[in-house]
């Protein structure tokens, strides 16, 4: 026996104990805790129900209720990994606010990127009868999402599927955009790149880096410019960046602003800067994407483009609970300006 097991003083308080404390039916105290209209029960009655119940800490049983009126209020979370990394838990955050809010309960489980274990996990919430579905990714990419119920909602977070589900994306193309101009509205005219590839043009990869790249690319065309040097890469680790500057320089590329395409590849391009003795930003100005802890980190500290998971995860749980559900909602991606960008003019 468990703990706790055949204790009175911890057993779950039943409507007959409510009923039998205010003196009334069952039919009657449910009636009253559950705010059915039209019962022309006395305002006396429901005070003696409520006040019975609140001196007996009633909890209604959400198993039993959800048999009763179809819901459960509980919602499904399937990511590939996003609970057991640090760069996307504010996904988690955002999602769990609105439920709270909302009086929902979120079952969470993690697939590894495993089509089997998202079919199991799939399978466990739905036996559970959860009234929604997200699914959630650490990059974006194109998924398959299995079969799920006609009645079921589903919403992909950092994500889109081959069969067209709502989605909740980051708004890519005008965080290119903004990026670029933080570099072209102080003056910077001449502009390297570091990390395009057209391998990550393809949505089984990333289904938002084309948009990105698209946002920078028009940016520069509307201020009449064209890179001065262009380092591709679809790797984006700190050796891109690192190797990528030292490539330029000995190239002679006269460039004074930089663009990375996300935080780890500009931490490599800083180092290489430094060691060929240049100063971030008095002599080249840095500008990335994704607003990693290690922005925060370098020295300077870096300008960079926020990925704004907590608003995503909250928007996502706004959609799986809402009865309109868009194609496609992008949320913008704010510039965190630091001290890595210095003004020409």
């Known amino acids: 026996m468990m703990a706790g097991e055949g204790d ?14 205010s003196g ?10 559950n705010d059915r209209p039209n019962t022309r029960l006395s305002e006396e009655t429901a005070q003696r129900v409520r006040a019975a119940a609140a001196q007996l800490n009633y909890r209604p049983n959400p198993a039993a209720r959800g048999l009763r009126v179809g819901k459960t209020a509980t919602v499904g979370f399937v990511s590939d990994e996003v609970t057991v990394t640090r760069y996307a838990s504010a996904m988690i955050r955002g999602l769990l606010d609105v439920a709270e809010q909302r009086q929902h ?6 697939s590894g990127n495993r089509p089997d274990q998202v079919a199991q996990a799939l399978d466990a919430m739905l036996d559970r009868r959860a009234d929604g579905i997200v699914f959630g ?42 990026a670029a101009r933080s570099l072209l509205d102080r003056g910077h005219r001449r502009i ?22 698209a946002g920078i690319d028009q940016a520069l065309a509307q201020f009449g410019v064209s890179l001065v040097g262009e380092v591709e890469g679809m790797y ?49 100005s840095v500008v990335s994407f994704d607003d990693e802890d290690l922005a925060s980190y370098l ?34 991606m704010p510039l965190q300006e630091r001290g890595s960008v210095r003004s020409l003019e």
């Open 192 to 213: 390297a790149l570091i990390g395009r590839s057209a391998a990550l043009l393809n949505p089984e990869v990333s289904a938002t880096v084309g948009a990105r790249y």
């Open 24 to 33: 009334v039916s069952t039919t009657t105290v449910s009636m009253v805790l």
């Open 299 to 332: 020295r300077p500290t870096l300008t960079t483009m926020r990925i704004p998971y907590l608003e995503m995860g909250r928007r996502a749980m706004e959609l799986v609970l809402s009865d309109e559900r868009p194609a496609r909602s992008l949320i913008p």
């Open 8 to 21: 009175d003083v911890t057993k779950r308080v039943k409507l007959a104990d409510v009923a039998k404390l």
């Open 137 to 178: 990714l650490m990059g974006a990419k194109r998924i398959t999402v299995p079969e799920v119920p006609s009645d079921v909602p589903v919403v992909l977070l950092n994500a889109v599927s081959t069969d067209g589900r709502p989605c909740v994306l980051p708004d890519e193309y005008r965080a290119g955009q903004e």
């Open 236 to 284: 984006w680790e700190p050796d891109l960046g690192f190797t990528g500057v030292h490539e330029l320089l000995d190239a002679r590329v006269p460039f004074t602003g930089l663009i990375c395409l996300n935080d780890r590849v500009a931490f490599g391009a800083y180092q290489a800067l430094q060691e060929r003795g240049l100063k971030v930003p008095q002599d080249v």
């Open 105 to 110: 309960t979120v079952l969470i489980a993690e």
